[in-house]
């Protein structure tokens, strides 16, 4: 009688679950992928809510960030509170008259200040093959109407922590009354302070017990003791460090979210059945799922739509997104008229290791050093200058004075490796900001799955004090490290540092080369993360030595390990990307990727692809004079191609074809964006401005 009761609750509620196809029960069932508690919280919108954490549209905006009542001993709730303003911002240009507040903000569309009632659940899951942890959260805003559920993912940006998509698929899902689900992607703080044996709880609170943590270093207590009486005060960091290269299983950490998103609705919903058992009433098949995000967030979602065999997401809308397409030299690229690019898909590595070696001496160029916003107070002119004469001295760049090796380091960066010029003004901002060589410092670790003690190239990561020597961090730096941590130093009080540098290990900005004597970024250090990316020394020409060249080729299969296939399997997808991108190139991410899906899916393809001129990558470096004047929130249009995917799987819209969209940047300060600047993504658009791919070549017009 009970079985016939099951089965008739199960025809009732319509449900054919993927797990009872499976021979499981159609009860709800916590994943057997999460590994520890799971906790829940209600906000109730009013004292503290899901996207603001109490602060609202203008606590976000404040330049000054919610402070903790006891700077060593933060609450939970307080370092929730500061590591969603801090994501928020780092995100988000909120400078006002760049859009925020009018164009996008928690309070442009709603009523009252943003503040978003629900309920946040966490926990910590893990990949098979692995032990190291991934931060995993679902948040349900109270609007969640069972009868027409809605999901969106939301995995980090760059390398931060479950938070890290707050202010971007966060917000936009949020406001839509679709729960959103949030996994930080192995990557995320997780610093192990190596001489306290300290780390982060998942709710960011400090513990030296033996207890669930973001993450710890694969260290005895006997290894770490002996690695800290000769590297004393150095941190691990779980993106960095953790030797399982968690890049390669951000699609699984995203369908993982999705799953887990599952159960957390059907606990809240699930018809129960009297016996502490609930039903399961949403499922795939009547939830409509957009993966999200942006930067490495939106790479983790396009991997999973690629590896999706459970139909578990409808559509894609990401910007920027990180995605290292399989090389594929059958298409080639082309913009206007300009140079046809065979040379296209480098990995992240290869760019970026490119970018750290020769960006400091190209700031120098006469073409960009004057012009190019706040190059002269990031980059100390005589560092620049010394890195292009000890390229110079090593036959990496040709002329005889400064401003002909910098001028040829620019063209090696804009000829060789295809990086667009439309970057170069922005990209010395983005060596002062030291963000290709923590790229390159954490991805190579990652790749090659090398641990803390390994220090790859002479580099570790230690707080620094005013004279660039080691330190041990400040107690209330490190107890804020949860919140103020982009997981991937330098951030929040923990910089790169040269070990090998003449003297004592040293700041890497501030560090000197042993080969040349001269203070040159540690020039030593980013050249032999170079070699391992080329598989032969740069330093003397030489082959690497044996224990460089077994990295070397670790780090080879790393990058193979995380490259797309180009195959959505038929999902409508928008990616919208800003032509001046300096941190992902867009001849190496976003381009490319359009060219093979068209070589793989061909007229199955549904990938739309949008290119915004005068936009970026970090929206929040608008908030700065120089840059301001120059370029448009990418954020905006973002916001547009997650609408125009919603449309196109609730109403059945069209997607707009393939365009270059052309913003048009503000001009001066005085002056706020307005509808003028930020042209739509065109239903229609000009033949002119379609981005097409004919002939075995992408074409983008100028």
């Known amino acids: 009688m009970k079985r016939l009761l099951l089965c008739t609750l199960i025809a009732a509620t319509g449900v054919a679950s993927a797990a009872g196809k499976a021979g499981k029960p159609p009860f709800n069932t916590l994943p057997d992928f999460i590994v520890s508690d799971v906790q829940r919280t209600h906000y109730d919108g009013l004292t503290d809510d899901l996207l603001t954490a109490g602060l609202g549209a203008a606590g976000l905006a404040s330049p000054v960030a919610p402070a903790f009542a006891d700077s060593l001993n933060p609450t939970p ?67 969640f109407d069972p009868r027409r559920p809605c999901m969106v993912t939301a995995p980090s940006s760059g390398s931060r922590g479950v938070y890290g998509a707050i202010g971007t698929a966060g917000e936009w899902g949020l406001k839509k009354g679709c729960a959103v689900v949030f996994s930080d992607k192995g990557t995320g703080t997780g610093s192990h302070n190596l001489v306290s044996d300290s780390a982060q709880r998942l709710d960011g609170t400090l513990t030296t017990a033996d207890e669930p943590v973001l993450f710890r270093a694969d260290l005895t207590d006997a290894q770490r003791q002996d690695f800290n009486q000769q590297w004393p005060d150095r941190f691990a960091y779980k993106h960095a460090h953790s030797q399982v290269n968690p890049e390669r299983d951000w699609g699984t950490h995203v369908l993982q979210s999705i799953e887990f998103g599952f159960y957390v609705l059907n606990e809240t919903f699930g018809r129960e059945l009297g016996n502490g058992e609930r039903l399961i009433t949403i499922h795939p098949r009547n939830t409509l799922v957009i993966a999200s995000s942006v930067s490495n967030g939106g790479g983790a979602s396009v991997r999973a739509a690629e590896q999706d065999e459970r139909g578990l997401i409808d559509g894609v809308a990401v910007s920027e997104p990180n995605v290292n397409p399989r090389p594929d030299r059958s298409f080639t690229l082309r913009q206007g008229d300009g140079p046809v690019i065979a040379d296209h898909s480098r990995s992240l590595l290869d760019y970026t290791t490119a970018l750290a070696v020769y960006q400091g001496c190209a700031n120098q160029a006469p073409s960009i050093r004057d012009l190019a916003p706040l190059n002269a107070a990031f980059n100390p002119p005589a560092v620049g200058r010394n890195i292009c004469t000890s390229l110079a001295a090593r036959g990496l760049v040709s002329g005889a004075t400064v401003e002909q090796q910098a001028t040829d380091a620019l063209r090696i960066l804009n000829e060789e490796f295809a990086i667009q010029p439309e970057q170069n003004l922005l990209a010395p901002v983005h060596f002062g900001l030291a963000v290709a060589q923590s790229i390159a410092m954490t991805y190579a670790n ?55 540098a003449p003297g004592q290990p040293t700041h890497l900005a501030a560090s000197t080369s042993p080969s040349t004597g001269q203070a040159d970024y540690g020039l030593d250090a980013l050249l032999c993360l170079r070699s391992l990316v080329e598989g032969r020394d740069l330093v003397d020409g030489g082959a690497l030595d044996e224990a460089a060249q077994t990295l070397a080729g670790a780090i080879a299969e790393g990058v193979a390990e995380v490259r797309a296939s180009g195959d959505l399997q038929g999902k409508p997808t928008v990616f919208v990307t800003g032509r001046a991108d300096a941190i992902l190139p867009i001849n190496h991410t976003s381009r490319p990727y359009v060219g093979l899906n068209q070589r793989v899916e061909g007229k199955k393809s549904r990938l739309r692809y949008y290119e915004i001129l005068n936009a970026h990558h970090l929206d929040v470096l608008n908030g700065f004079p120089g840059i301001a004047e120059r370029y448009v929130p990418l954020h905006h249009y973002y916001f547009q191609a997650l609408d125009l995917v919603w449309a196109h799987l609730t109403e059945k819209r069209p997607l707009p074809p393939s365009q270059v969209v052309r913003a048009v940047p503000r001009g001066d300060l005085a002056t706020p964006l307005s509808a003028d600047n930020l042209p739509p993504i065109r239903r229609r658009p000009a033949v002119q401005d379609r981005i097409v791919f004919a002939e075995n070549q992408l074409h983008i017009p100028d």
């Open 77 to 143: 709730q307080e370092l929730r509170r500061l590591a969603i303003y801090n994501n928020y911002r780092a995100l988000v240009d909120t400078v006002p008259g760049g859009g925020y507040g009018r164009f996008f903000g928690p309070a442009v569309g709603v009523d009252g200040d943003g503040m978003i009632a629900g309920q946040e659940t966490l926990a910590l899951m893990r990949v098979d093959g692995h032990e190291v942890p991934v931060t995993v959260m679902v948040q349900v805003p109270d609007s």
């Open 446 to 500: 990652a790749y090659g799955r090398a641990g803390v003690e390994d220090r790859v190239c002479g580099l570790s990561l230690a707080a620094t004090d005013a004279t660039a020597a080691v330190t041990p961090i400040a107690p209330a730096t490190e107890a804020a490290l949860f919140s103020a941590s982009n997981g991937i130093p330098p951030s929040a009080g923990v910089n790169i540092v040269f070990d090998d």
